[in-house]
């Protein structure tokens, strides 16, 4: 069964901070991994998606990266903003028998990011 | 092009009472994903349905928990006498197709069960 960890559960950092926020997962026969930024009261919001394939993906100050062989992902946020602060969230997707991907998602905990101006 | 539109937002029942919550999809997407989120939980997996068909409910409660996608209208999770434990953010997600595709998540319901 897969178990994805985040890590830390919360972080506080100050403005224009660099970060790093950690997922790991037990099952590395995944299809791709998505990290979501979910918002109080919000719905979440898709930033990254990686394929098993790839090892990083890039979006303005955004950069995810994926060890698939090791059960490790990154998501690395440059000069952090007060509007960064959220919950971000780590979600992979198995592969399927078919060798697509399984249409379900699995979830970590979370890691709550505050940004202090 | 409206997001996924999911209501009420705030969903207050007491125990005993029927809870209805509405998903509607993005426009073009005919695949329903609802998920589950407990408190201090990550979100969990419910029930995958296509029109008029459930895929897979395998994470769904066995007993007061159904769904549904019909042809017209929204897909509908219905969770009959509810107990407190059924208090939690229920998101609903969809895409146009299975694969490897974004999913695109609603608001979310937060059911509140007194």
């Known amino acids: 069964k897969q178990e994805v960890t985040q890590i830390p559960a919360a972080l506080s950092v100050p403005e224009g901070e660099n970060l790093v926020l950690n997922c790991s997962f037990t099952d590395s026969a995944i299809y791709n991994l998505q990290w979501f930024r979910q918002d109080p009261g919000k719905g979440l919001t898709s930033l990254l998606l990686i394929q098993s394939s790839q090892r990083e993906q890039t979006s303005g100050r955004l950069n995810a990266s994926l060890d698939k062989s090791s059960g490790r992902s990154t998501l690395y946020i440059a000069a952090s903003q007060p509007g960064d602060s959220a919950t971000y969230l780590c979600a992979v997707r198995a592969e399927a028998y078919s060798g697509a991907g399984s249409y379900q998602l699995t979830f970590g905990k979370g890691t709550k990011l505050s940004v202090i101006p | 092009n409206a997001g996924v539109m999911q209501n009420p937002r705030h969903l207050v029942r007491r125990r005993g009472q029927e809870a209805r919550l509405r998903c509607s999809p993005m426009k073009g997407h005919s695949h329903v994903y609802w998920y589950r989120q407990l408190p201090e939980e990550g979100l969990k997996f419910m029930v995958y349905l296509q029109k008029e068909n459930i895929i897979d409910e395998s994470g769904m409660p066995k007993e007061r928990f159904s769904a549904e996608f019909p042809k017209e209208g929204p897909s509908i999770l219905r969770i009959q006498q509810v107990v407190r434990g059924d208090s939690a953010a229920y998101f609903c997600?969809?895409?146009?197709?299975?694969?490897?595709?974004?999913?695109?998540f609603g608001s979310g319901t937060q059911l509140s069960v007194l």
């Open positions: 997600a969809s895409s146009p197709r299975t694969g490897s595709e974004k999913l695109f």
